[in-house]
C-alpha cells in the first residue's frame, strides 16, 4: 500500500535529540504530533492506557518506546516520568471529545484528575515543558471570537472538565513557577481524524461521488488543518519557560460553515450530487458562530494557520487517496464537527 508523507511544517531544528513524551498519543492530534516530532528528530515516549487503540501508530510503532500506565495512577506516572527524565511533555489524552463518550465520571477521572497527576508528576520531574490541551467548547456558545481572557462559560459536562483542566494548569504553573502552557483546540482536522467525523466523511463518502447526510448548512465552525496544529504544539514546548500559565487558541481564526465546507468538497472532487441539508439532526452544540480569537498566539508565539479549509481538504482526499480510500468504505455515517 503506498503512503503519503506529510510535510512538517517550519519543523524545529530545536527538536532534534531531545526526549519528549505524550499522552493521548495513540488519538488523531497525538499521532500526527508523534510523526512530526520524529521528522524532527525527537526521541519519542508514549503513556498509553492498557487496550489503547494501535491503528494510527502502526507504521511508526518501533520508532517510540510506549509505557503503559494510567492517568489515574500517580505514583505509575511519576515512575515512569523519572526514569525517561523527558524534556518536554505533550498533554493530549481526553475523553469526551467524541459525541458516544457520555461517561462523567470517566471525563473527571480522564481530563480532571488524569490532568492534575500528570502536573504533579511533571513538576515533581523537573520537566522543561508540559503543553497541555484544552478546549474551545470550555467558552461555550458565544457570539464572537472568545478572547482567552474571557470568561468561560461551559455547558456541557466536557467543557467543565476541559475548564478545569485548563484553569488548573494556569493556576500551578503561576504559583509554583511551573513551564506549563495550554492550547485550546478548534475544529482540526487531517489525516487520522476519526473516520465517522465530518471532514474524513465529507472526503471519503466524495470520492465515492456522493455527499453525506448533512445539518443546516449555516452551522459554523473553526477548521484548522492539523499540520498547523503540530506546529503551534512545538512553538508553544519552546516558549513554556517564558509564558508560564500562558493559554493559547488555536484555531485558523476563520469561521467556515458546513454549507461551505461542502461546497468546497464539491468542487475540489468534482461532484454532482446534490446535498441534503437537515438530513442530519442537530447538536447541542451546533451554532452559527464558531471562530477563534488568534491574535494572542499569533503575537506571542508568532504562530498562524498556513492551510485554508480548501488545502487542507486536498490533503486530506490525497492521504486518503494513498490508503486505498477511494472508495469511501473507511468512513461511515457523519457525526458532525466537534474540537477535539
Same mark, same amino acid.
Given at each position: 500500500?503506498?503512503?503519503?508523507?506529510?510535510?512538517?511544517?517550519?519543523?524545529? &531544528?530545536e527538536?532534534?535529540? %531531545?526526549t519528549?513524551?505524550?499522552?493521548?498519543?495513540?488519538?488523531f492530534?497525538?499521532?500526527?504530533?508523534?510523526? +512530526?516530532l520524529?521528522?524532527?528528530g525527537?526521541?519519542?515516549?508514549?503513556?498509553?492506557?492498557?487496550?489503547?487503540?494501535?491503528?494510527?501508530?502502526?507504521?511508526?510503532?518501533g520508532?517510540?518506546?510506549l509505557?503503559?500506565?494510567?492517568?489515574?495512577?500517580?505514583? =505509575?506516572?511519576?515512575?515512569?516520568?523519572?526514569a525517561?527524565?523527558?524534556?518536554?511533555?505533550?498533554?493530549?489524552?481526553?475523553?469526551?471529545?467524541?459525541p458516544e463518550?457520555?461517561?462523567?465520571?470517566?471525563?473527571?477521572?480522564?481530563?480532571?484528575m488524569?490532568?492534575?497527576?500528570l502536573?504533579?508528576?511533571?513538576?515533581?520531574?523537573? *520537566?522543561?515543558?508540559?503543553?497541555?490541551?484544552?478546549?474551545s467548547?470550555?467558552?461555550?456558545?458565544v457570539?464572537?471570537?472568545?478572547a482567552? /481572557?474571557?470568561?468561560?462559560?461551559p455547558?456541557?459536562?466536557?467543557?467543565? #472538565?476541559?475548564?478545569?483542566?485548563?484553569?488548573?494548569?494556569?493556576?500551578?504553573?503561576?504559583?509554583?513557577?511551573?513551564? *506549563?502552557? /495550554?492550547? @485550546?483546540?478548534?475544529?482540526?482536522?487531517? &489525516?487520522?481524524?476519526e473516520?465517522?467525523?465530518?471532514?474524513?466523511?465529507l472526503a471519503?463518502?466524495?470520492?465515492?461521488?456522493?455527499?453525506?447526510?448533512?445539518?443546516?448548512?449555516?452551522t459554523? @465552525?473553526d477548521?484548522v488543518?492539523v499540520e498547523?496544529?503540530?506546529?503551534?504544539?512545538?512553538?508553544?514546548?519552546r516558549?513554556a519557560e517564558?509564558? @508560564? =500559565?500562558a493559554?493559547?487558541? *488555536?484555531?485558523s481564526?476563520?469561521? /467556515?460553515?458546513?454549507?461551505?465546507?461542502?461546497?468546497?468538497?464539491? %468542487?475540489?472532487?468534482?461532484?454532482?450530487?446534490?446535498?441534503?441539508?437537515?438530513?442530519?439532526?442537530?447538536?447541542?452544540?451546533?451554532?452559527?458562530?464558531?471562530?477563534?480569537d488568534?491574535?494572542?498566539? %499569533?503575537?506571542?508565539?508568532?504562530?498562524?494557520?498556513?492551510? #485554508?479549509?480548501?488545502?487542507?481538504?486536498?490533503?486530506?482526499v490525497?492521504?486518503? +487517496?494513498?490508503?486505498?480510500?477511494?472508495? =469511501?468504505?473507511?468512513a =461511515?455515517?457523519?457525526?458532525?464537527?466537534?474540537?477535539?
Amino acid at each position: 500500500m503506498s503512503t503519503l508523507t506529510l510535510s512538517t511544517t517550519g519543523a524545529s &531544528p530545536e527538536t532534534a535529540g %531531545r526526549t519528549v513524551l505524550l499522552t493521548g498519543g495513540t488519538g488523531f492530534v497525538g499521532a500526527n504530533l508523534v510523526r +512530526r516530532l520524529l521528522d524532527d528528530g525527537a526521541e519519542i515516549h508514549l503513556l498509553v492506557r492498557p487496550g489503547h487503540r494501535r491503528w494510527r501508530l502502526e507504521e511508526v510503532e518501533g520508532r517510540v518506546r510506549l509505557h503503559e500506565v494510567r492517568l489515574s495512577d500517580p505514583a =505509575g506516572l511519576l515512575r515512569v516520568l523519572s526514569a525517561v527524565r523527558p524534556a518536554w511533555v505533550f498533554h493530549l489524552a481526553v475523553y469526551g471529545g467524541y459525541p458516544e463518550q457520555t461517561d462523567r465520571r470517566q471525563m473527571l477521572e480522564t481530563n480532571v484528575m488524569g490532568t492534575v497527576n500528570l502536573v504533579e508528576a511533571c513538576a515533581a520531574a523537573g *520537566v522543561e515543558a508540559l503543553v497541555n490541551t484544552g478546549s474551545s467548547s470550555e467558552y461555550g456558545l458565544v457570539d464572537h471570537p472568545p478572547a482567552e /481572557t474571557e470568561r468561560l462559560e461551559p455547558n456541557s459536562d466536557y467543557a467543565v #472538565s476541559k475548564a478545569f483542566g485548563s484553569q488548573f494548569c494556569r493556576f500551578l504553573a503561576i504559583r509554583d513557577r511551573l513551564p *506549563v502552557v /495550554t492550547l @485550546r483546540l478548534y475544529s482540526v482536522y487531517g &489525516p487520522w481524524e476519526e473516520p465517522t467525523r465530518f471532514v474524513p466523511t465529507l472526503a471519503a463518502r466524495g470520492l465515492a461521488g456522493e455527499l453525506p447526510p448533512l445539518v443546516d448548512p449555516r452551522t459554523a @465552525r473553526d477548521f484548522v488543518f492539523v499540520e498547523d496544529v503540530c506546529e503551534a504544539y512545538v512553538r508553544a514546548a519552546r516558549a513554556a519557560e517564558r509564558e @508560564r =500559565g500562558a493559554v493559547f487558541n *488555536v484555531g485558523s481564526g476563520a469561521q /467556515t460553515t458546513i454549507g461551505d465546507a461542502v461546497e468546497t468538497a464539491r %468542487r475540489v472532487l468534482g461532484l454532482t450530487a446534490a446535498p441534503a441539508w437537515g438530513s442530519y439532526p442537530a447538536r447541542s452544540w451546533d451554532t452559527a458562530t464558531w471562530v477563534a480569537d488568534v491574535r494572542s498566539i %499569533r503575537r506571542v508565539l508568532g504562530w498562524t494557520a498556513s492551510h #485554508s479549509f480548501e488545502e487542507g481538504f486536498r490533503k486530506t482526499v490525497a492521504w486518503l +487517496r494513498s490508503r486505498g480510500a477511494a472508495d =469511501g468504505s473507511d468512513a =461511515g455515517l457523519v457525526r458532525g464537527p466537534r474540537d477535539e
